[in-house]
């Protein structure tokens, strides 16, 4: 690797005041995207602030009608924590399916949906379940934040404090991995919430995305033949080497039918 | 890979083509574009900071012009050099169709890549591509419909509030090929080496 400064914050406000400082700084929290990618040179900042010696950005607070996850809390701690595998354990069987043991004992919730990758798993949660994203200046709904591939409505001195998911009345992922990396081909995430059916997508476009035909389907019925007639059209989905845009829009409907029969 | 894409830009043929071949209006739109600078009648160089996702590098690109027929369309071809990643080339068959008081850009590209770029694998190759050349249209198309819309006024500010001057001087007359080839090659070269970027 090349030289930067590494900088261990102690604080939101001081992490956020060191970022604004540095020349071409970069927020570190689980680093398995950002370290990687400067590995490769693909990314030279000339400063990283690292967060993990905040403890205001970890855990997980469960107070009846919300799970509330601190920002650098990691998909092994969500994934085995007792509290969400109670209030809602397809979010804790989500994060047991990312990446591998090392991407989950270091990645955070915040860092994955701070990148916005168009195949991680989370950002299909924050939409399926209509989750709130907190920052250090204000609450963003989750219909607000995905804006396309890799790209948020999080402003350069934004970072995510926590996100809180509504507890729903039953919900279920399932996802098909790129055998490799395990990346989401197509991942979704199906929610029957307080306030109606909710059907998040990751993976098939360049940012997550719900599917309000079959929301409305679901919502008349719920049951897994509901959504098999629905298409989902494959313009402006992805298509890469390992499956095609047509692809990935069957994949949903796969999907999302064994999500709903988990559910 | 292959990419292509069909833009309507909200301005005549020639507001378009005289935008294109403007280099200050092609720096204003490129995402990223730092420098470009032409080097003969058929080509230019540029240098742009490309930026997707966690992906942030600079790059130089190569652009050249062939089989040129003006103002109805050019083959383009360019070639991205991104340090230690690798590289990527590519080209692109792009034409302009008059339609009513708009006009149509069109283009046709594919794209090859080498290098450490290309271990790396091909994943979001066309989103990423895609984006930016949607970033570019978009720019664009504000630029010139906008410029259009104040072409009485030269003392207009940009309107980014970047302190990105727009350069309203005349567009020398120009019988070589238009710039507009290289603004649709940058696109391609960007993109290319963009979507090679993102591949992480």
Redesign the interface.
Known sequence: MYQFEYHKASSVEDAMKKLASADDGKILAGGMTLLPTMKQRLASPSDLIDLSGIAALKGIKVDGKTVTIGAMTTHWEVHSSKDVQKAIPALSDLAGQIGDPMVRHRGTIGGSIANSDPSADYPAAVIGLGATIKTNKRDIAADDYFKGLFETALADDELIVSVSFPIPKRAAYQKFPQPASRYAMVGVMVAETDSGIRVGVTGAGPCAFRVPAMEKALGAKFAAESVANITIPSDGLNSDIHGSAEYRAHLVGVMAKRAVAAA | MDMKGEYRIPATKQAVWEALNDPETLKTCIPGCETIEKTSDTEMTATVKAK??????RFKGKVTLSDLNPPNSYRISGEGQG???GFGKGGATVSLEEDGTDTILRYEANAQVGG?LAQ?????????AK?IADEFFSNFAAHVGGAAARSDTSEQPAADGAGIKINHEEVKPSKTISTATWIVGLVAVVAVVLLL??V?
């Not at chain 2, 997707?52 to 590098?57: D, E, H, K, L, R």
């Not at chain 2, 790396?120 to 990423?128: H, K, T």
């Open positions: 997707v996702g966690p992906v942030s590098a340090g230690p990643a450490k790396i694998g091909a994943r979001l190759v066309d989103g990423a984006k970027f993102s992480l």
